[in-house]
């Protein structure tokens, strides 16, 4: 008996603890990744093939912390499935894994990431969360790099850390994005927004490339 009080005082306490995390963000990042400087390290295979050329793919939309601390997982256990829905293909469009089983990604970030804003706003079913990401990259972050260089193709071009936030905040002004790098390559953005989705002055983290290779394809 008391192992069962001790056991059922565990599991009440982390589920506490994980309801105060999932309410308790005030910022997003929403990182995306370029699939052309992450296939350059990684192989990618027939994955890359379904990506429309020269625009970003979604990593995730992550409730965050201004502070910088990290959050929880916002839950654990919630499987998704792929039901060939329009939804679905968009999803393996826009929002695919790089590596591995695009099941297994989307399981990933809605347990670690999207359960807390199934919480916030109400949401009954994890595809209102998909849809909702989907249509914030489509709308503002999906044809970013194209429209920051117009004029460039089929070429790897060497850009500072300062060049890129220039020329992005031509088109989305007060944009604040870390840069993430693999052996030079640029492969990821994490851009920094606020509760509201618009961009935040916040720069808490550092890039970890300050120059990076841009591939083009």
């Not at 999906?142 to 117009?150: D, E, M, Q, V, W």
């Not at 944009?175 to 920094?192: D, P, V």
């Amino acid at each position: 008996m008391k192992i069962l009080i001790l056991l059922s005082l565990i599991l009440t306490i982390f589920t506490f603890n994980l309801r105060q995390a999932k309410q308790s963000y005030d910022s997003y990042v929403l990182a995306v990744q370029w699939s052309n400087g992450y296939c350059q390290i990684h192989n990618c295979g027939e994955k890359a093939d379904n990506i429309d050329k020269n625009t970003f793919t979604i990593h995730g939309l992550w409730p965050s912390l201004k502070n910088g601390k990290m959050m929880r997982s916002c839950t654990f256990g919630i499987e998704v499935y792929d039901d060939e829905s329009f939804l679905y293909d968009d999803l393996k469009k826009n929002w695919p894994s790089l590596q591995g089983p695009n099941e297994d990604f989307w399981e990933h970030e809605l347990n670690k990431h999207g359960y807390c804003m199934m919480e916030e706003y109400g949401w009954e079913n994890y595809e209102e969360y998909f849809q909702f990401v989907l249509d914030l990259f489509i709308k503002e972050y999906k044809y970013l790099i194209i429209k920051a260089f117009p004029d460039v193709e089929n070429t790897t071009i060497n850009v500072s850390n300062d060049d890129l936030k220039e020329k992005i905040r031509n088109i989305i002004p007060d944009s604040t994005f870390k840069l993430k790098c693999k052996q030079e390559y640029i492969t990821e953005f994490h851009f920094y927004l606020t509760k509201d989705f618009k961009p935040s002055v916040n720069s808490r983290f550092s890039n970890s490339c300050k120059f990076g290779k841009l591939v083009f394809k």
